[in-house]
């Protein structure tokens, strides 16, 4: 079984970048899809980004344009490059990932600590 655990989180400036790592213990490559989610304080946990085996990339709207999500097959990361960051995207990160479908779903049994992200001047 392939966990993945979150990092690179921090505090940020409004208008600032940063990138979030999603390393795997296992080959990320028999992983279908892995997505970035994020959860505000109040806030249902939400999907933003995603990546398949394949390549192909998904961005939530709110996102579109300013977040990246990439994966490293011989790091067994999957990596997502923040910019332009607003007080709205305070929340803490999680990764995930499985099928497809799950990936859309949100629906995992498990997940891990997460990486808070504060924006904030």
């Known amino acids: 079984q392939v966990q993945l655990v979150e990092s690179g989180g921090g505090l940020v400036q409004p208008g600032g970048s940063l990138r979030l790592s999603c390393a795997a213990s296992?080959?990320?490559?028999?992983?279908?899809?892995v997505g970035w989610y994020r959860q505000a304080p109040g806030k249902e946990r939400e999907l933003v980004a995603m990546?398949?085996?394949?390549?192909?990339?998904n961005y939530a709207y709110s996102v579109k344009g300013r977040f990246t999500i990439s994966r490293d097959n011989a790091k067994n990361t999957v990596y997502l490059q923040m910019t332009s960051l607003k007080p709205e995207d305070t929340a803490v990160y999680y990764c995930?990932?499985?099928?497809?479908?799950?990936?859309?779903?949100?629906?995992?049994?498990?997940w891990g600590q997460g990486t808070q992200v504060t924006v904030s001047s």
């Open positions: 990546i398949t085996s394949g390549g192909s990339t």
């Open positions: 995930n990932g499985g099928s497809y479908h799950v990936v859309v779903a949100g629906r995992f049994g498990s």
């Open positions: 296992g080959s990320i490559f028999s992983i279908n899809a």
